[in-house]
């Protein structure tokens, strides 16, 4: 049996990775590769010719250790700077009484669509959708439904979260694939592909607030019965606590790192302020005291879990109030004592979420989009329900529209 097997690219801030993900033997494989990222900063590419070298670097390590031929497309992770994202409605109705297939699925979602951008030629020419997230959907007047394939009614109503993606920086990144011999498969927003990476389907995510904290992005969602009600994005994160250790401490940035992995801590009571460390300057070492470091990081990270906190209580008081369990993954949920901090600001318990298949939380999104492109064969649940409005990017060849199209008779 030929393996199914798909690319994913992460533009990261701090590292460029590319990730085989290779499904056999009922098995799924992650050859996972990275290099340091050049010309990109928060995932916008800066300086071309840079960006095409680190891509063409880490591309080149996968080909090395990869047991198969790397796919000629890729699914490529925006972050939440380059997206946006509005909650809409949209009605259709039958003129008798009418069994819902997937056909009137799509047919309400490419209505939301038209919809969306019907009178706003802002949101026309310089975005484009990327992900339609079915919230619930209404048979007639019957409403709260998960799944309406199958029911039958006279007027179906899908209400959703519509993600957005804006058009220069997807082109941009259009022309960088190509640059490198690749094509888009489909683009997938950062937040919605780190839920995915930690997703546990057993688990019903109610009044849930989901937190992946990156290089140079934070991103978080918050669910309600089981969908994603909120889904926002913050421009901090790990690099910017660097950057505060390096200007406060008057360092430079490999000594900051290493007092960041030696002495780093998201809650500095629990340290002694008599414990001293040293500090390596450029021609002498200065004894400080060791709690300056953790305390430095926290007020830094402290700053952002309140901004999030904020943005939830602006929006609804209620996530805040109600809130039952923090999720935090990406690679800053590797720092100590952070779900110390996360659990007095958000006066909620607090989990460190990894993927499953790798140890390492800062590969939440790019597990995550394998995931995500698996669960879009699995239409049980309505988060699930197979999304058909998407843009083809690059060529399709004969044989792959003919399995698509099989696909979506299905």
Same mark, same amino acid.
């Given at each position: 049996?030929?393996?199914?097997?798909?690319?994913?690219?992460?533009?990261?801030?701090?590292?460029?990775?590319?990730?085989?993900?290779?499904?056999?033997?009922?098995?799924?494989?992650?050859?996972?590769? *990275?290099?340091?990222? !050049?010309? %990109?900063?928060?995932?916008?590419?800066? #300086?071309?010719?840079?960006?095409? +070298? =680190? @891509?063409?670097?880490?591309?080149?390590?996968?080909?090395?250790?990869?047991?198969?031929?790397?796919?000629?497309?890729?699914?490529?992770?925006?972050?939440?700077?380059?997206?946006?994202?509005?909650?809409?409605?949209?009605?259709?109705?039958?003129?008798?009484?009418?069994?819902?297939?997937?056909?009137?699925?799509n047919e309400v979602?490419?209505?939301?669509?038209?919809?969306?951008?019907?009178?706003?030629?802002?949101?026309?020419?310089?975005?484009?959708?990327?992900?339609?997230?079915?919230?619930?959907?209404?048979?007639?007047?019957?409403?709260?439904?998960?799944?309406?394939?199958?029911?039958?009614?006279? *007027?179906?109503?899908? !209400?959703? %979260?519509?993600?957005?993606?804006?058009? #220069?920086?997807?082109?941009?990144? +259009? =022309? @960088?694939?190509?640059?490198?011999?690749?094509?888009?498969?489909?683009?997938?927003?950062?937040?919605?592909?780190?839920?995915?990476?930690?997703?546990?389907?057993?688990?019903?995510?109610?009044?849930?607030?989901?937190?992946?904290?990156?290089?140079?992005?934070?991103?978080?969602?918050?669910?309600?019965?089981?969908?994603?009600?909120l889904i926002k994005?913050?421009?901090?994160?790990?690099?910017?606590?660097?950057?505060?250790?390096?200007?406060?401490?008057?360092?430079?940035?490999?000594?900051?790192?290493?007092?960041?992995?030696?002495?780093?801590?998201?809650?500095?009571?629990?340290?002694?302020?008599?414990?001293?460390?040293?500090?390596?300057?450029?021609?002498?070492?200065?004894?400080?005291?060791?709690?300056?470091?953790?305390?430095?990081?926290?007020?830094?990270?402290q700053g952002i879990?309140?901004?999030?906190?904020?943005?939830?209580?602006?929006?609804?008081?209620?996530?805040?109030?109600?809130?039952?369990?923090?999720?935090?993954?990406?690679?800053?949920?590797?720092?100590?004592?952070?779900?110390?901090?996360?659990?007095?600001?958000?006066?909620?318990?607090?989990?460190?979420?990894?993927?499953?298949?790798?140890?390492?939380?800062?590969?939440?999104?790019?597990?995550?989009?394998?995931?995500?492109?698996?669960?879009?064969?699995?239409?049980?649940?309505?988060?699930?329900?197979?999304?058909?409005?998407?843009?083809?990017?690059?060529?399709?060849?004969?044989?792959?529209?003919?399995?698509?199209?099989?696909?979506?008779?299905?």
């Open positions: 049996m030929t393996p199914y097997k798909n690319l994913t690219i992460d533009l990261g801030t701090s590292s460029i990775r590319v990730v085989l993900s290779i499904y056999r033997n009922n098995k799924r494989e992650f050859i996972v590769k *990275k290099a340091p990222s !050049r010309g %990109i900063k928060g995932g916008n590419i800066i #300086n071309p010719a840079s960006a095409k +070298e =680190s @891509l063409s670097i880490v591309l080149n390590k996968l080909k090395l250790d990869s047991p198969t031929v790397l796919p000629n497309s890729a699914c490529v992770i925006v972050p939440g700077n380059f997206i946006v994202n509005f909650q809409v409605e949209s009605t259709i109705e039958f003129p008798g009484i009418t069994t819902i297939t997937h056909n009137e699925v979602k490419n209505k939301a669509q038209k919809e969306l951008f019907r009178g706003n030629l802002y949101l026309k020419n310089y975005y484009e959708i990327i992900h339609v997230i079915p919230q619930e959907f209404i048979v007639d007047k019957i409403d709260g439904i998960q799944n309406p394939i199958g029911r039958s009614g006279q *007027k179906l109503t899908m !209400r959703a %979260i519509v993600v957005l993606g804006g058009k #220069n920086h997807l082109k941009t990144v +259009e =022309s @960088l694939l190509k640059d490198v011999n690749l094509s888009v498969e489909r683009f997938i927003a950062q937040p919605v592909a780190a839920f995915y990476g930690i997703r546990d389907p057993n688990f019903y995510y109610n009044n849930n607030l989901i937190v992946y904290l990156g290089a140079g992005n934070t991103e978080f969602l918050y669910f309600r019965e089981d969908k994603p009600v994005h913050l421009p901090t994160g790990s690099q910017d606590i660097l950057e505060f250790l390096i200007k406060s401490l008057k360092v430079n940035r490999k000594e900051a790192e290493r007092l960041f992995f030696e002495y780093g801590s998201a809650y500095a009571l629990k340290f002694s302020k008599e414990e001293l460390i040293d500090v390596n300057y450029a021609s002498r070492t200065v004894k400080i005291p060791r709690i300056v470091i953790p305390a430095l990081i926290q007020k830094k990270l879990f309140k901004d999030i906190k904020s943005t939830l209580e602006n929006e609804d008081p209620s996530y805040v109030k109600n809130l039952n369990t923090v999720f935090l993954t990406g690679g800053l949920s590797n720092l100590r004592d952070i779900e110390v901090l996360s659990q007095r600001i958000f006066k909620a318990p607090t989990v460190i979420s990894k993927p499953d298949t790798v140890s390492d939380s800062s590969l939440s999104p790019v597990v995550g989009v394998s995931n995500y492109l698996s669960s879009l064969e699995n239409r049980e649940k309505l988060t699930d329900i197979k999304e058909d409005i998407r843009k083809t990017y690059g060529k399709v060849g004969w044989f792959q529209g003919i399995i698509r199209f099989l696909m979506d008779l299905i």
